[in-house]
């Protein structure tokens, strides 16, 4: 069985739904098992910054599939929950990035693992040390998180529904 953690990203309401259902449909690809999952933070957006506020997750799972084959299954989530090409770094229902497999590297056109910019991205690492502290390159997910500017840390707080019944009401209504 093989480890995978993968970054979701949403910045176009239902953001929260949009989690939720990309989960779903992992879960029910009989090659995936979630493990575990992170908190939900909200986080400025990074690149393109005249867009809305983001919500991002790490979640962790494994998996039988190969990394290629576990992208295709993120790019046809990706496509169901409605995701459109259009400006780059723009806004989407919903990104799923593939950070890590296993220990393994991979270099190609389509599929970069680890996924590069992951260290450098405060929206990945504080979630993704919600889940394990791991080492990567001789540097923990800890130390990579201390070595981010105060500013870029700032960007990424813990995120909560503002009506704590909102998954009772979701259901009733
Ligand atoms: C200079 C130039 C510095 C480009 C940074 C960073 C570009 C991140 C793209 C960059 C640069 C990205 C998310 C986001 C995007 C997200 C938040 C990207 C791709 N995705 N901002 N921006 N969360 N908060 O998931 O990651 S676009
Ligand atoms: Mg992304
Ligand atoms: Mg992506």
Redesign the pocket.
Known sequence: MNTVYI?????IEPRKDYLDQAIEMLEKHPGFTLIDQSLIYE??????VD?P??L?MVIKGHTSLTPFQLLDVCQEVEKSLGRKRGV???P?TI?L?ILLYNNENIETEHLNIPHP?ML?????LIPFSDLDNLTIQGTSISQYINQLPDQERK??RKWEPKNGEEEFEHFAN
């Open positions: 970054a979701l990203g949403s910045n986080t400025d957006p990074v690149g393109y867009q506020a983001f991002n780059k770094w723009g989407r990104d990035d910019r450098e991205r405060a929206f990945v960007g990424v």
